[in-house]
C-alpha cells in the first residue's frame, strides 16, 4: 500500500489512517499515516507487562527535526488546543507492506522511517535512513516517554521519571514501578533536559467519543546526529522494556520481522492477493498468555483483550483457514481444562483470579470450533483423547441446568439469563439500562445448541458409541425450534421468546439458524430468512445488528458512552455475521456459481477497506447509516475471520 499527499491535504484527513504493529505478546505500536497521535492507544510501543494484558503506554512518539544552516524543520506532527503541528507537508510518501515507513522530504534531503516490533517482546525498533544534500545537516530526535495504562489518560502531576544515560543507552525509570525504559540510539550525542513536558497533547478520537482527550508526555532529552554533505546515512533507535537489549542492528529486526510475516503466507498456500493480506491481518489476533502458558486470541485492537466468545467465533478463520492448525489445537485444549459446570471462560484469569463464565454462547460455539477442527485437519484422535468429555460435561450441564438459569426447558430449547444479566454477544449495558434484553431463548443459542448436538452425534458415532441420545434430542430440538421461533408475518425468525412475549425485531443473529455447520433451519424457510437479512440488514461492511424499519434503530454510533452503547446492538453495522450471512447465501442457494459470484461481491468492499482505517485490517463496527464510516476497534479479530474464512470456504474452495 502507498500513499501520498492527496491522502494529508488536511489535518483531518491525514488521521484517517492508522497503522498496527503487534509483537505476538498482546503488546502492539499504532498511529496514523501522518505520525500524529489521535488516540490515547496511540505509541510507538505499548508494552504487555503481563502477556497478553496490563498493556502501558512506554514510548508516545519521537519527534524529528532536520537543522539546516540554523533554520529548523519539524517532520512532526500533532493536535494541542488551538493548534496544530503540520510537519506532514514534509511527508511525500507513505508506505505499508508488510511495515509501516514514512518518506519525508526537506529541500533535497530525504529521510525514511520505518517501524518493526520484535516478536516476542516487548521491543520496538524505529529505523531512519537519511539520503542528505548537499549541506550538513543536523537531525534531531527527541523521544515523548510515558508510563501508564493505555486506558488512562496521563497527567503531569501524577507523573515522576529519573534518567541517566551511558553508552548510547538512555534509561527512565518511572517513580514506584521496578521497570526501566531503555532507549537506545546508534548515532549522535544525547543532551538531557530538566523537567521537560509535553503538555495537553489532544486526541481527535477520544474527543470524538466523548472522553477526556488530552494528555501529557515526558521528554527526557534529545538525539543530535550530524550528517554530512551528501552523506548517507542509518540510524536506529529501539526503545524496549526488556532486561536487556538483545539486537542493536534495527536493519536487522526488520528483516526478521519481514521474513516472518513472509512465511506466514507461504505457510498458508495462498496465491491470492486479498486472502494473503488477510493471513498477515490474522496473525496481529494470536497472541501468547503468561497465564495459561498457551496461545490465545485478543479480540480486538487496540483496547480488547482475550475473551472466550470471540476466540471460539474466530478460531476458524484465524487458525484454520490460515493453516496454523497447531495455535488452533493449542487454543481448543487451552480451553478444555477450564471447562466449569459445561461453561468455558469468557475471560481467562490473571494474578490467579477465578475465569469469568459470564456467557452462554461460548461453550455453543465451542462445539462449531472444533467441528471446524476435524473438518480441516481429520485429527479426530486430539479431539477423543484432550476435548470429546469436556463436550459431553458441555452439553449434560446445559440439557440439566447450570449457572445463569442457563438451562433446557421442557420444549427442548435452551432458556439463558433474566431481566438484568447479558449473557449473548449482545450485551451492551450502561447503568442499569440493559440496551438490548435477550434473556429467554434466543435464536442463536438455540441454532448453535442444535449444531452441538449434532456435532456430539457424529463424534460419537466416530468413536464407536451410540449417538442415538444426540440425535434424538436435536431432531426434538429441531422441530419444536422451527414450530416457535418462525414468524410469519414477517418471513423469517423471532429474535428471542419469553415466556409471555415474542420479539420480532429483525436482527442478524437468525442467519445462524442456516449458517452453521449443522443448520437447524433448511428448505423455503432458510431461504426466506436469508432474503429477511439481506433485505433489511445486509450493507457493504457488514450486517446491520437491528433493522431501520424498527423504531428502535440507532444509525449513527458516535458521541458518549451513553450514547454509543445506546446503539452497538440496535443498528450499528458488525462485520463478523457477514460471514455467516454469506455462507447461509450460499448454503440456501445450491452452492452454485451465480451464488460463489454473490459471495465474491459481498467481500469485495472489503478490499478497499483493507487501504482504510486499520490498514491491512478490517473494524468492529461501522454506523448503519450510509457512508458507513467505521468505529469501535479499528482492528477487530472476528471480523478478519468471518471475512477470511467466508471467502475461502465460500468463494476460493
Known amino acids: 500500500m ?7 491535504r488536511t489535518y483531518e484527513q491525514g488521521i484517517q489512517k492508522e497503522w498496527l504493529l503487534t509483537n505476538g505478546i498482546g503488546g502492539f505500536a499504532s498511529s496514523t499515516i501522518i505520525g500524529a497521535n489521535t488516540r490515547r492507544y496511540h505509541g510507538l510501543l505499548i508494552a504487555a507487562l503481563k502477556p497478553p494484558v496490563n498493556r502501558h503506554l512506554v514510548l508516545s512518539k519521537i519527534d524529528e527535526s532536520v537543522i539546516i544552516d540554523g533554520d529548523s524543520y519539524n517532520l512532526f506532527s500533532y493536535e494541542t488546543p488551538g493548534f496544530t503541528m503540520k510537519g506532514y507537508h514534509h511527508l511525500e510518501r507513505f508506505k505499508y507492506d508488510l511495515l509501516p515507513e514514512y518518506i519525508f522530504r526537506v529541500r533535497d534531503v530525504y529521510i525514511s522511517k520505518k517501524i518493526s516490533m520484535v516478536y516476542g517482546e516487548n521491543t520496538v525498533a524505529v529505523v531512519y535512513h537519511v539520503k542528505n544534500g548537499t549541506d550538513a545537516i543536523k537531525l534531531r530526535l527527541t523521544p515523548l516517554v510515558n508510563f501508564k495504562d493505555h486506558h488512562f489518560n496521563s497527567k503531569r502531576q501524577y507523573m515522576s521519571f529519573t534518567k541517566k544515560y551511558n553508552s548510547n ?14 532507549v537506545f540510539c546508534s548515532h549522535g550525542t544525547f543532551t538531557g ?14 474527543r470524538e467519543r466523548g472522553l477526556e482527550s488530552t494528555e501529557d508526555h515526558y521528554i527526557p532529552g534529545y538525539f543530535d546526529i550530524d550528517i554530512k554533505p551528501e552523506e548517507e546515512k542509518v540510524i536506529t533507535i529501539i526503545s524496549t522494556v526488556e532486561k536487556k537489549i538483545k539486537n542493536k542492528d534495527g536493519l536487522d529486526i526488520i528483516k526478521k520481522e519481514e521474513k516472518r510475516q513472509k512465511k506466514l503466507i507461504s505457510s498458508s498456500g495462498y496465491k491470492d492477493e486479498f486472502a494473503k493480506k488477510l493471513v498477515l491481518a490474522a496473525d496481529k489476533f494470536i497472541v501468547y498468555r503468561e497465564s495459561t502458558d498457551a496461545k490465545t486470541i485478543i479480540a480486538g485492537y487496540p483496547w480488547f483483550t482475550d475473551w472466550g466468545r470471540d476466540t471460539m467465533i474466530a478460531l476458524t478463520g484465524l487458525t484454520l483457514s490460515t493453516k496454523r492448525f497447531d495455535d488452533a489445537k493449542e487454543i481448543l485444549y487451552t480451553f478444555s481444562k477450564y471447562v466449569k ?51 459431553k460435561d458441555i452439553i449434560n450441564s446445559y440439557a440439566n441446568g447450570t449457572h445463569f438459569n442457563i438451562k433446557m426447558d421442557k420444549d427442548f430449547l435452551i432458556t439463558a439469563g433474566d431481566a438484568n444479566t447479558q449473557l449473548t454477544w449482545m450485551d451492551a449495558k450502561v447503568g442499569d439500562w440493559v440496551v438490548t434484553p435477550r434473556h429467554g431463548k434466543a435464536v442463536e443459542i438455540n441454532a448453535l445448541w442444535y449444531n452441538a448436538l449434532k456435532v456430539m452425534a457424529n463424534l460419537s458415532d466416530k468413536f464407536g458409541e451410540d449417538d442415538s441420545y444426540y440425535n434424538d434430542l436435536a431432531s426434538k430440538v429441531k422441530k419444536s425450534f422451527v414450530k416457535s421461533f418462525w414468524n410469519e408475518e414477517k418471513q423469517c425468525l423471532y429474535d428471542c421468546l419469553t415466556n409471555d412475549y415474542k420479539d420480532g425485531k429483525v436482527r442478524p443473529n437468525q442467519i445462524m439458524a442456516v449458517s452453521l ?31 431501520p424499519e424498527s423504531k428502535e434503530y440507532a444509525g449513527i454510533y458516535a458521541g458518549d458512552q451513553w450514547r454509543r452503547d445506546g446503539s452497538y446492538h440496535q443498528g450499528t453495522v458488525w462485520t463478523w455475521p457477514l460471514g455467516q450471512f454469506i455462507t447461509a447465501y450460499v448454503k440456501v442457494n445450491g452452492n452454485s456459481d451465480e451464488a460463489k459470484e454473490m459471495a465474491l461481491r459481498f467481500i469485495e468492499p472489503f478490499k478497499d477497506h483493507l487501504e482504510d482505517a486499520c490498514l491491512g485490517s478490517i473494524s468492529e463496527i461501522f454506523d448503519g447509516d450510509e457512508p458507513l464510516v467505521p468505529r469501535g476497534c479499528f482492528a477487530q479479530a472476528w471480523s478478519v475471520s468471518e471475512i477470511l474464512r467466508a471467502y475461502i470456504e465460500d468463494v476460493l474452495k
Request: aromatic share 18%; net charge negative; proline share 3%.
Open 169 to 182: 543507552i538512555l534509561t527512565v525509570r518511572p517513580s514506584y514501578y521496578d521497570i526501566d525504559i531503555n
Open 341 to 391: 459446570d459445561g461453561l468455558i471462560p469468557n475471560m481467562f484469569p490473571d494474578g490467579g483470579h477465578e475465569p469469568l463464565y459470564n456467557t452462554v454462547d461460548a461453550a455453543l460455539w465451542y462445539f462449531e470450533a472444533v467441528n471446524k477442527y476435524v473438518e480441516y485437519t481429520g485429527d479426530y484422535e486430539f479431539i477423543k483423547k484432550h476435548i470429546y468429555q469436556g463436550l
Open 517 to 547: 455447520s449443522n443448520a437447524v433451519l433448511d428448505g423455503e424457510k432458510a431461504k426466506k430468512t436469508v432474503n429477511r437479512v439481506f433485505k433489511e440488514l445486509y450493507t457493504a461492511y457488514g450486517l446491520r445488528s437491528l433493522s
Open 193 to 206: 533536559l530538566e523537567d521537560c513536558w509535553f503538555y495537553n497533547m489532544d486526541y481527535a478520537i477520544e
Open 2 to 8: 502507498n500513499f501520498g499527499k492527496s491522502n494529508w
